[in-house]
Nanobody, 127 residues
Framework: QVQLVESGGGSVQTGGSLRLSCAAS????????MGWFRQAPGKERESVAAINWNGANRYYADSVKGRFTISRDNANNTMYLQMNNLEPEDTAVYYC????????????????????WGQGTQVTVSS
C-alpha cells in the first residue's frame, strides 16, 4: 500500500511561485507513474502534470505549459511540482496520485482513476 503526502501549498499573489512536494512511502516509488491533479471549488478534478516512472516522459495540461515543471527524485521517493507565474485560475486543492501500471506520462494525465491519492494541499492565488 502506497501512502502519499503533499506539502508546499500556500497563498501567493499573482505572478508568485510555489513548489509542491509529494512524499511517497510503502511501495517501490521508482515503479510508479506519478501525477498532479487539482480541483477548484465547484469544478471537476483535472490533471495538471504527470511523469512516468523514470522521469523521461512528462505531460502538462495546456493551461500550465511553460509555467509549471514536474520532476521526481526516485532516490528520495519524492515528486515535485514547481509552479511559477501563478494565476488566480490556479487556485485549487492540488493532489498527487500514483499508479503502479507502467503508464506513459500522457496516459497518467488522461486517466482520472488511479490507485493511490494524497490528501491534497491548498494553493490560493490572489490578484
Amino acid at each position: 500500500q502506497v501512502q502519499l503526502v503533499e506539502s508546499g501549498g500556500g497563498s501567493v499573489q499573482t505572478g508568485g511561485s510555489l513548489r509542491l512536494s509529494c512524499a511517497a512511502s510503502g511501495g517501490t516509488f521508482s515503479l510508479l507513474a506519478m501525477g498532479w491533479f487539482r480541483q477548484a471549488p465547484g469544478k471537476e478534478r483535472e490533471s495538471v502534470a504527470a511523469i512516468n516512472w523514470n522521469g523521461a516522459n512528462r505531460y502538462y495540461a495546456d493551461s500550465v505549459k511553460g509555467r509549471f515543471t514536474i520532476s521526481r527524485d526516485n532516490a528520495n521517493n519524492t515528486m515535485y511540482l514547481q509552479m511559477n507565474n501563478l494565476e488566480p485560475e490556479d487556485t485549487a486543492v492540488y493532489y498527487c496520485a500514483a499508479d503502479p501500471r507502467r503508464l506513459t506520462a500522457q496516459a497518467m494525465g488522461a486517466i482520472k482513476v488511479h490507485d493511490y491519492w494524497g490528501q491534497g494541499t491548498q494553493v490560493t492565488v490572489s490578484s
